[in-house]
């Protein structure tokens, strides 16, 4: 051993067993391309190509490169790159390209190499094919026996990433590593939830962007889209004229729509329905849910003086948010809700985000004023009196006589949430002004804030937007949004900022980097969870029971077979009963006692659920 | 000879009770056996009244199965179903008899390891296996039970392989039975002196239930006669029989829910007649040798289920259709209107007065007397009418399964009459046809094994041969209900074949061919003229002597 290789064992050894199992490794030999690249074989099997390791290097990370954007694009803590059979290590110096190219701070991440050949890793450490730099690189060397060494990497490992050859000569014992790093890190077991949205209407974007959000967070989440069964439920209108009867078909519609939620909930195991405002759940399945002991949440994301079917349904949820507090809040109280929570609206940046509008674009879609949704009385009576040329009213059931039948577009058509975007992004004031049947201009009493909010602040894009109450909890109303407290003094506002470009886009570039900080989708989802997680004790236990068959061969310690059974299985993949009873082969070999105590177990569940006992 | 048997029976507790004949017969068989019998929970109490029982081993199994949600990591059902297992009766076990026929109890029977189980169980590689013509012969009669002659009672005790075993029912009547039902008459102030009637409205489906107006009238009636009237029921049927009571107008007391098994048994004793549907509570009335009447609508099947012992009397309406075919939901129950309380009342009054042959019924409703004759055989007799063709088919029937399961003499000559020969004749040919078919078809499946290179194409080809007369044997079910009961016989056994590998694919089919031959040859011996068989014989030897 010369000094110079103790001295890089002794840098990049991940700990001291490592070091040490390094310097005893035995010497192999190696071959050199006619470039010089080295390249080496173990055990029969060359680990690299012996044409262009380099070459091969840069197409193993394109393999990976999907998987490492999307760590990249969601993890802002250092990032641990787990390399597993990383043979000499030519993958490090192809990863570390493909970061620069990608602008990626290197300093935040630390690639650990994870070899179980120590003659492999000495021949690497020997030849350092990689080049060091700001990339931090670890030398780990593991065997299937040895599990002392992991517990210092039990956190979480934000990516982890398979050699090619070195890997496949030994992968069990990778897999093993990998499976015992997971249990020692106790990783919890993703939450399921089932998000069935509404038929039509305001609330629907709400549960398709609360599905995609809950995903992104790692959740396990299926998205039951209600939407396909829209014309089936208005075919009730085409059947008969009677107001009464269409009634009676479709409150059965509904019910059975409600029904499928809950076959759903309980044959996919869900452990929460997260339900928006007009979702389609009945009390009676929200107490069925209740039975099969699967937790329901509604987002009620609308006026709850307008719509008031809440009333019969939130006592039955197990958590109710609301866009709005203060009363709202009090008559859930009297009705006997106890756990209700304020979680205003949000903007999805994945479908709202600024971009420079074609053409042709702007000239259909650009306007120096705009105005995107349903002709309220407020609405029409405000707008009437603004006198700018250039004001484009977009959506439907608006007066084209009292608002001026040229500034309605396209015949009063419903716009698409992709032409949202385009308007928001082609126009230099988009005006938002809340609803109100009732109110000529503003209403004095508005409180809760609409998703237009945040979508024109998510797309970079100027918005003047009328005072609410709830509003400046949500931004701040000196540097990020511009209210208006009467129709005279949004057309005031219209003339001071027509001509300053400037003064816009610096709103709008505070209100859009406010809405990423503070209000996504992702982010109420986030809060959404934390509040149940704190209200619903058995939702915490679920999330937090930890591994599985560690639990399990912990609780059976004293029946030595069942033990030694059980540690045979994959413990990633045996997450539950149903796992252990599908390795179980009938007719193939004998039946052993374990292996009869679980197949009599799972015949008995599904006898169990087959009966409606358990679910 | 077994020292420690073991008896696994996760049924209700009419089917607990109706196995008692067997429990007898394992007990004389083995005097000096331990004799345990496991139990579900709820039905331990019954099952420590049974005087055979050495030892009753309770299994919870609500509380199981509860420890079995999807979201629950199973460990509460591991250790519940270790202390099970670890039972010191359930070690060493040497004969298993499961009568519970499902899939858990065949696999709990297997991790059981006794040294021999008859019933449902797993073979040592998991196969599900049935090593009971007699528990086959009672799961293909589950469909149809329309030609079944016999009583569970009878089955179960064929099970065990003893026909001549005594098949009266008996149940152990303790001291604290017999106080508890006097504390509960006194409670409810009824007298221990006067003569006592119980009625059990309640069943376990509302389709086996006779209307509760229906009760109230023939509790009423009763109550006028002077009679002391008690209703009884669970729990669940304390809504019920508060009904019945309330409808009467009379002072009818309802003491359902307040009766254990004990108690229950202990109120029996104390009445002269019960008066209920198909239920566990017949059977225990029945044991304690109280005359029953009981009213058998629905799906309840008299044949199967009426209480053993002699001198019962079951009604049931008189329609083509009764008793519903099993598991099957009926939007029509007209059997429930034909059986008025004035027919009850009359039938009940001929009992009590030991006057049966004087009972006389519209032709709507059949009444037929239980018999355990001399000899220990249980059958039911028609009061008045003739013999009609399913009666004449359950007499041949009977005769046929106890040759072709026990394997013993032929069909008796006088169960074979021209009306079932002649019901038989179409569907046996037919049969004879898929025998042949089946026997080409094995033909080439016993070659298979001896090829060693086919192709993956020719063993799916011969595989599927063998479906086809699967299949032609369930078709002939539907085309001719007179061999249907030998059809799904052959079926359950080919669905409970084992498919693991070929060698044990082909055993098994083997053995349904030659149980196939066997039916038909029986079947043919009953159809074929035995004068015209033997009359040419005799006259070519009578040539040849001369």
Sequence with gaps: MNMQLSEIINSYAADIRSGQLLMEAADIPHASNPQGNPTVSFEGRRLHSAVDPLHEAREWVEFYAEQIDAVLEHENAPIIVLLLGPGLGYGISALESYLRERQVDLRLLTVQCVEACPEVAKKALQLCVWEPSLLKVTWQIVSESDTSANRQNSERNSLVLHGTADYQLRRNEYEAFLNNQRNVAGESIPLRVLVPTPLYGGSLPAAYHSASALTHLGYEVELMDMSKYYSQFESANDLTKSESHRKVLKGLYTTYLAESIVARAIDWKADIVWAVAQTPLTPSALRELTHAGIHSALWFVEDFRLFEYWKEVAPLYDVVFTIQKGEFHERLRSLGVHNYFYLPCAANPEIHYPENPTPQDRARYGSQLSFVGAGYFNRAHTFAAIQNPDFKIWGNDWPSQQVGRHRVQEEGRRVSTDETRRIFNSSSININLHSSPVHTDVNPEGDFVNPRTFEIAACGAFQLVDHRSLLSELFDLEDEQVTFKSGEELRSLIGKFSNDEVGRRKYAERARARVLSDHTYEKRMETAVNHMLAVLPDLRKRKHSGNFLEFLIAAVQDDAEMVEYLKRMNPATTTDLDAIASTIELGKGKLSRPEGIFLLMKEFRDWGIEKGVIS | ?546
């Design chain 2, 1 to 546: 000879m077994p020292r420690n048997i073991v008896v696994l029976s996760f049924t209700r507790m009419g089917d607990l009770i109706q196995s008692i004949p067997l429990l007898r017969s394992l007990r004389l068989r083995n005097s000096n056996a331990t004799l345990s019998l496991v139990v579900l929970k709820d039905f331990e109490e019954t099952a420590k009244r049974l005087p055979m029982i050495d030892h009753v081993i309770a299994f919870d199994v609500d509380r199981f199965v509860s420890s079995l949600d999807t979201r629950e990591n199973p460990v509460g059902a591991h250790a519940e179903l270790s202390r099970l297992l670890e039972n010191p009766y359930l070690s060493d076990i040497d004969l298993l008899v499961n009568l519970s026929h499902t899939r858990q109890s065949a696999t709990l029977s297997s991790l059981l390891n006794p040294a021999k189980c008859i019933g449902m169980h797993r073979d040592i590689e998991g196969n599900l296996r049935v090593n009971n013509d007699w528990i086959v012969y009672l799961l293909s009669i589950m469909e149809e039970r329309r030609f079944n002659p016999f009583n569970l009672v009878e089955i179960y005790r064929r099970i065990e392989g003893d026909a001549f075993v005594d098949l009266n029912l008996e149940l152990a009547l303790c001291w604290d039975d017999a106080v508890e039902a006097e504390q509960l008459f006194a409670a409810h102030g009824l007298s221990g002196n006067r003569e006592t009637i119980a009625l059990q409205p309640g069943a376990s489906h509302a389709a086996r239930c006779w209307p509760v107006e229906r009760y109230a009238e023939l509790a009423a009636r009763f109550a006028q006669d002077g009679f002391q009237v008690v209703v009884l029921g669970d729990e669940a049927e304390t809504k019920l029989a508060e009904r019945v009571s309330e409808l009467s107008n009379q002072n009818v007391v309802s003491l359902a829910g307040k009766t254990s098994v004990g108690s229950l048994s202990g109120v029996l004793a104390r009445c002269k007649l019960l008066v209920t549907n198909d239920t566990g509570t017949a059977h225990i009335a029945a044991a304690l040798k109280i005359p029953v009447i009981g009213i058998f609508l629905g799906p309840a099947s008299a044949k199967d289920t009426a209480p053993v012992g002699s001198d019962h009397v079951i009604l049931e309406a008189n329609l083509p259709c009764a008793p519903c075919d099993y598991m099957k939901a009926c939007a029509n129950p007209v059997c429930k209107s034909v059986i008025d309380a004035e027919a009850v009342y009359e039938t009940s009054k001929c009992v009590l007065d030991h006057k049966l042959y004087t009972l006389k019924l519209p032709d709507s409703i059949k009444a037929r007397l239980t018999r355990v004759d001399a000899e220990g055989q249980f059958s039911l007799q028609q009061i008045g009418g003739d013999k009609t063709s399913i009666e004449e088919s359950l007499d041949f029937y009977r005769s046929f399964w106890i040759s072709f399961l026990h394997q013993q003499r032929g069909i008796q000559e006088h169960c074979v009459t021209e009306r079932v020969k002649r019901e038989l004749s179409p569907g046996l040919s037919e049969l004879s046809d898929i025998c042949s078919a089946a026997d080409t078809a094995m033909n080439e499946l016993m070659r298979l094994s001896y090829t060693e290179s086919e192709s993956k194409a020719r063993v799916r080809e011969t595989l599927e041969r063998q479906t086809e007369w699967q299949s032609s044997l369930r078709a002939l079910i539907g085309n001719c209900s007179a061999v249907s009961p030998l059809c799904r016989f052959l079926l359950v056994k080919t669905v409970l074949a084992r498919t693991s590998s070929l060698l044990n694919y082909q055993t098994d089919l083997t053995e349904i061919l030659s149980d196939l031959h066997r039916g038909i040859a029986l079947l043919e011996s009953t159809v074929i003229d035995r004068n015209t068989l033997i009359a040419p014989i005799v006259g070519e030897l009578a040539c040849a002597e001369s």
